[in-house]
């Protein structure tokens, strides 16, 4: 139930927001008559910029219908958020437009000013509106009495959840308890036990009972069941298998099977796959093509006055499916015999293997831009889990469990642990719990625009080093 709420107060933002835009762009554009500072003649169809702003709100829809656990409770930092993801789609169809149909008859100051004013009223709408709709719609009319069946432990672990959905039109109105009469008070009341369900649906007038834990075995199962269905409640069944398996589980539904796994995986959506690619090969391209031949030339010289050997460091690292692939770097150290166990020795601050130009590189990064090869080629992207050496895949692996799951995507030139601030040496397990932590959080919510926040911190971190950078 409340998720096809939440669903339709979504569709109606949509279609609210998208109405605002357009409704916005013709007032402004009826107001420059007397806006002497914007040149827009009569001549000018607008209709095309109106056709783009409408296709820009009904794509970025897509971010709106990501926060159906919490729109209807949006901050302004979610709001302001994600109007800029809205209007940033906006922006990529109407200068897509733009460049298409090379017009140049439309006032960029127009534009670049209704987008800003756009801006701030959908940093309005999205943290006002949702709470607006939920009030209108749910408030007094739509009340569902709810039941709630379970131990005392499971309500109070949802207590949370029962009050953000109260402004969706649930009203708790009793307790059931599996163990037996509670101790201590409880809200909503306690009325019974799990045999007193029935009545207490008829009683109190109940349009839905939430079970709070999977039914013990499927006599109790059946009971509860039997009793909503010849009372007319609705009944929710919440899963607490997470909680015995202490791991977050996600849902699956294939064809009529439901099934759990453990993460979502964006990346294995096809489209994501080429949105991602594109998004690799517009970076890697022009760095490979213009940066990176200035910087070998910059590098083979103060190699030759300072460190002589090879230009390149070239290692295997495990990558995407845990398949093996030759990672470049150039080379930052004094040049030595091959030596496995010395090159699985983390560098460390201070450390006397590297050359002072070579420690330049290193702390701003430069060292690893020969990579962008590796992301042409395909064997690794811009953004992803930073690749380890093999022998330290196996050790990290020891240390904590959930850690092959980076092999899900391919390793990346920059992370998501990265931009905030972990990289260097891993002096301590907890230094690599986090990695990882961020690491597994990045696969299961990857999308294009957290790429971009990632590339503009790791730029940020380039002009700007950290100080675990060495």
Known sequence: ???????????????????????????????????????????????????????????????????????????????????????????????AFMFAFKDRSLSRLFMGTYLVVAWLALIFLNHTLPRMLSWLFF???????????????????????????EVLGLHPVGFLSLDGAPAVATMPPFLGELPDLGQRIEDTGAGQVVMLEIPRNQPEGRYVIEACQNKGARLLIYSNLAEQLRHP????????????????????????????RSFDIAIALPVVMFFLPPLIVLVWLMQRLQAPGPLFHVQ???????????MHKLRSMYAAKRDESAEAQQASKGDARIYPFGRF?????????????????????AVGPRPHLPAH???????????????????????????????GEITEPALLEKRIEHDLDYIANWSIWIDLVITVKTIQQILFPPKSAY
């Not at 139930?1 to 916005?24: K, S, Y």
């Not at 739509?142 to 009050?163: D, N, Q, Y």
């Not at 702390?363 to 992207?381: A, C, H, K, Y």
Request: aromatic share 12%; hydrophobic share 45%; net charge positive.
């Open 393 to 423: 895949d196996e050790l990290f692996a020891k240390q904590l469990s959930a850690y092959r799951t980076r092999f899900f995507v391919k390793p990346g030139i920059t992370g998501l642990a990265q931009s905030k601030g972990f990289r």
């Open 249 to 276: 589980l996600v849902t699956v539904n294939e064809e009529g099977h439901q099934f759990y796994t453990l993460q979502e995986e964006p990346l294995e959506d096809p489209f994501n796959r080429i949105l991602k």
């Open 316 to 326: 295997e690292r495990t990558g995407y499916g845990h398949q093996l692939f030759r």
């Open 139 to 165: 408030e007094h009319a739509r009340r569902v009495p709810t039941l709630f069946v379970g131990r005392l432990g499971s309500l109070e672990h949802l207590k949370g959840w029962l009050a953000t959905k």
């Open 361 to 381: 590189l290193r702390r701003t990064s430069l060292d690893e831009f020969p990579q962008f090869w590796d992301v042409l080629i395909g064997n690794m992207s």
């Open 1 to 95: 139930m409340f998720v096809q709420r939440l669903r339709g107060l979504i569709n109606l933002h949509i279609l609210a927001t998208m109405g605002m835009a357009l409704g916005l762009m013709a007032g402004y554009a009826a107001l420059l008559p007397f806006l002497p500072y914007i040149d827009l003649t009569l001549t000018i169809n607008l209709m095309p910029y109106y056709l783009c702003v409408a296709l820009g709100m009904m794509f970025s829809g897509r971010f709106v219908q990501q926060l159906v656990g919490r729109f209807h409770r949006l901050t302004w930092a979610d709001a302001a958020w994600l109007a800029t993801r809205q209007i940033g789609v906006v922006v990529l169809v109407v200068f």
